[in-house]
């Protein structure tokens, strides 16, 4: 029988005929799309060997309450809002910043919350959302032909030859950062910040005289009645936890592998992995091939994970994605995400939602009205309509309508800074204001406006 002396031996713990087992590096036999091209290996595993020793920046424990938060959502009992940055920055990074994105966070879930009466499981894309995918690996201006941007985990924005040139002891900074918004974002959800008798002081200046900010004040209003009504119906209001604290996760985009790995644990208690840079990972519409290095890493871990679902994939795709990242039906561990665009979701997403439905994987569906639906303006802005994230949303719940499925939730891309990066909402922003304010390093985000408005649409078709 002739020999393969190219075949590695097979490693002893594997079983003949089964593929080997999964360990925190076993991604590395597979092809990794959307990798940076490191120009220093050495530097690069350096770096990891750091980011190795460091302490991990959240708790399986914590990744766990995820999942089962996820789970009720999975049964059609709570509704989960995912939002933040498209790219979080190395630069902007103050107190301020976090503060006004879960400032945002907080006013929808409220809104959603209240007018629902639906719990709201909040995940922020937010303490360690810095990597992107990017269409093409490099970018030509004027002749120049430079790597791609891919995120300041791996390196800047401006277009010259020095910036772009992959950078590993990025990863250091991503960690640190990451490190630091956690813990600003802890004190904020269990400091007081978040305390329901504060919900008034979510609204910012610049939302507070517009109309979406005075429906908000309202609400807010109802909210201060009810629990001056609790409390004289004998209720301890102080007693209740609930009231005066919020859990927010955080997630990002698990894309460069070896930074994933490097912050990838063993549970002293479960026995199990956990990647500890953040409770929720998600693996994006580019990278979610069956047999590629980003399917094969997450199957391995034990958080909730995401796979993002864009209007290419096939329903028999979407089935053995279940099968491979959520083997056990287990419900709270795989989110789907689907991002079709408003044009494509009412005639894509039904085929997904029956195959899932029928396949007997208990997943929680999320729309991302966002990626399905940015497009060039004319002054060559990226951009999106309000109208348009409207629609795929409202196409989500069409769809799982039919299907007699639960439209678990969404997925958006927001800041609570007054930009102006998306079109229309009731302030109207229109093709000519786009250059006023357009901050985002990547994909166009709504604004605090947008996003209150987006909140309470949303609710309304919750109610519904
Ligand atoms: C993103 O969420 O920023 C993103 C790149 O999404 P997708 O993978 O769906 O294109
Ligand atoms: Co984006």
Redesign the pocket.
């Known amino acids: 029988m002739p020999t393969n002396r190219f075949a590695r031996p097979a490693k002893p713990r594997d079983p003949v005929g089964m593929p080997p087992a999964w360990t925190p590096s076993s991604w590395r036999e597979l092809i990794a799309g959307q990798q940076p091209d490191w120009p220093d290996a050495n530097e690069l595993e350096a770096v990891t060997k750091v980011l190795a020793t460091y302490p991990p920046l959240v708790f399986a424990g914590e990744a766990r309450s995820l999942r089962s938060a996820l789970a009720r959502v999975a049964k059609g009992e709570a509704f989960v809002l995912q939002a933040g940055d498209?790219?979080e920055s190395f630069d902007a990074f103050s107190a301020d910043a976090i503060r006004d994105k879960l400032k945002v966070i907080l006013q929808m879930a409220v809104v959603l919350m209240y007018s629902s009466g639906v719990p709201v499981v909040k995940i922020g894309?937010i303490a360690g959302?810095y990597a992107?995918?990017r269409s093409a690996p490099t970018e030509r201006i004027d002749g120049v032909e430079l790597p791609s941007f891919r995120g300041h985990i791996v390196n800047d924005i401006a277009f010259n030859e020095a910036a772009r040139h992959p950078d590993a002891q990025r990863l250091l900074t991503a960690y640190h950062q990451s490190s630091s918004t956690l813990n600003l974002l802890r004190a904020f959800a269990k400091g007081g910040f978040a305390d329901l008798s504060r919900v008034h002081a979510w609204n910012q200046e610049f939302v507070n005289h517009s109309s979406e900010g005075r429906r908000y004040e309202q609400l807010a209003d109802e909210i201060d009645r009810a629990m001056r009504f609790m409390k004289a119906a004998g209720v301890h209001t102080e007693d209740e936890p609930q009231l005066h604290e919020v859990d927010v996760f955080t997630s990002h985009?698990a894309l460069i592998l070896g930074y994933e790995e490097a912050l990838t644990r063993q549970d002293s208690i479960s026995g199990d992995w956990y990647d500890c840079s953040a409770h929720m990972l998600?693996i994006?519409?580019?990278?979610h091939q069956i047999d590629g290095a980003h399917v094969e890493f997450l199957s391995g871990v034990h958080n909730p994970i995401g796979c993002?679902l864009?209007p290419r994939v096939t329903p028999d795709e979407v089935v053995a994605l279940c099968d491979k990242l959520d083997p056990d039906r287990d419900p709270g561990r795989l989110v789907l995400?689907s991002?079709m665009g408003a044009e494509n979701v009412t005639v894509m997403l039904p085929p997904l939602l029956e195959a899932v439905r029928d396949s007997g994987h208990p997943v929680v569906w999320e729309c991302?009205p966002?990626?399905g639906n940015t497009f060039t303006a004319e002054n060559g802005r990226k951009t999106r309509h309000f109208d348009h994230v409207l629609a795929e949303i409202a196409g989500f719940f069409l769809a799982h309508e039919a299907a007699g499925t639960w439209p678990g939730g969404v997925?958006v891309?927001l800041t609570g800074d007054d930009v102006t990066e998306c079109l229309g909402g009731a302030e109207e922003i229109v093709e000519s204001q786009l250059d006023s304010r357009y901050e985002t390093m990547?994909?166009p985000r709504l604004n605090a406006r947008q996003s209150l408005d987006l909140a309470f649409r949303v609710a309304e078709l919750l109610r519904r």
């Open positions: 498209c790219a894309r959302q992107k995918p985009e998600w994006g519409d580019r990278t993002k864009g995400i991002r991302d966002m990626h997925h891309e990547c994909d």
